[in-house]
C-alpha cells in the first residue's frame, strides 16, 4: 500500500490551510503557507508518479522553511513579510547573483511560490471544465503559463511528456475526496481564489523587492 491514511488528500485540508494563511492585515503566515503546500503535495502524489519532478523539488523546500521555522530566527520567519525583511536586512539574499545564500527563504519561497501559480491557474481550470475535456490540455496550458518559463528545457520536455500520462477528470475529481463533482467544483470555487489571493500578495511583496529572479 502506498500511503498510510494521513497521506490521503482532501481538497477540504487545503481550503483550511489557505483560510489561516492571512493575518488580518493581509501577512501571509509561513506555517499556514508550508501546511497548505504539505497538503497539495498529497494531491500531486495521489497521482502517481507523473508530477514527482515537481512534488520531490516542493517536499525539499518545505523542509527547508520548516527548518526556518524551527530555527533561533523562528520568529523573523513567522510571515513572509517579517521574513524577507529579516533576510533582506541581514544580507541573506542573493540579491546580486553571486551563488552566495542558495538556501535563502526568500529563494526557497520563490520555488514554491512559482510551482503554487501553476496548481492555481491548473485548479481554476478543472473547476470550469466540461466533464469530457482534457486534463493533459488543461494541465500543460497552466504550465505554459506559468513554470514553464523557469524550467530548461529538458524539464519542460519531460513535463509535457508527463502530462500526456494525466488521468481523466473524473479520477481528478476523486482524488479531491470531498463528495459528488457538483461538492468538488464548489470548494475549489472557495480554495482557488484564496490560493490566487496568497499568491498575489506574495507576488507584489516580491516585485517590490527585486526578489522574482533570485538564482
Not at 63 to 81: G, H
Not at 123 to 135: F, I, N, Q
Request: charged share 20%.
Amino acid at each position: 500500500m502506498a500511503g498510510s491514511e494521513n497521506q490521503k488528500f482532501c481538497l477540504q485540508e487545503v481550503l483550511d490551510s489557505f483560510q489561516l494563511c492571512l493575518s488580518p492585515n493581509k501577512e501571509v503566515y509561513v506555517e499556514h503557507y508550508v501546511a497548505g503546500w504539505r497538503n497539495l503535495v498529497k494531491f500531486l502524489n495521489s497521482l502517481g508518479s507523473v508530477f514527482g519532478f515537481i512534488s520531490k523539488d516542493a517536499v525539499s523546500k518545505i523542509q527547508i522553511l520548516v527548518n526556518f521555522l524551527n530555527s533561533e530566527n523562528s520568529c523573523q520567519y513567522a510571515t513572509v513579510q517579517s521574513m524577507v525583511k529579516f533576510e533582506l536586512d541581514n544580507k541573506l539574499v542573493d540579491v546580486d547573483k553571486k551563488g552566495i545564500c542558495p538556501e535563502s527563504g526568500c529563494r526557497t519561497l520563490l520555488r514554491l511560490h512559482r510551482a503554487l501559480r501553476w496548481l492555481e491557474l491548473f485548479l481554476e481550470r478543472l473547476r470550469t471544465s466540461k466533464e469530457d475535456d482534457k486534463t493533459s490540455v488543461m494541465c500543460r496550458e497552466a504550465y505554459n503559463e506559468s513554470l514553464a518559463q523557469h524550467h530548461p528545457w529538458m524539464v519542460r520536455t519531460a513535463a509535457g511528456m508527463a502530462f500526456f500520462a494525466l488521468p481523466g477528470r473524473p479520477t481528478f475529481f476523486e482524488v479531491m475526496n470531498v463528495g459528488p463533482p457538483e461538492q468538488v467544483v464548489a470548494i475549489l470555487g472557495k480554495a482557488v481564489p484564496l490560493i490566487s489571493e496568497v499568491y498575489l500578495i506574495i507576488e507584489e511583496l516580491y516585485l517590490k523587492h527585486n526578489l522574482l529572479d533570485l538564482p
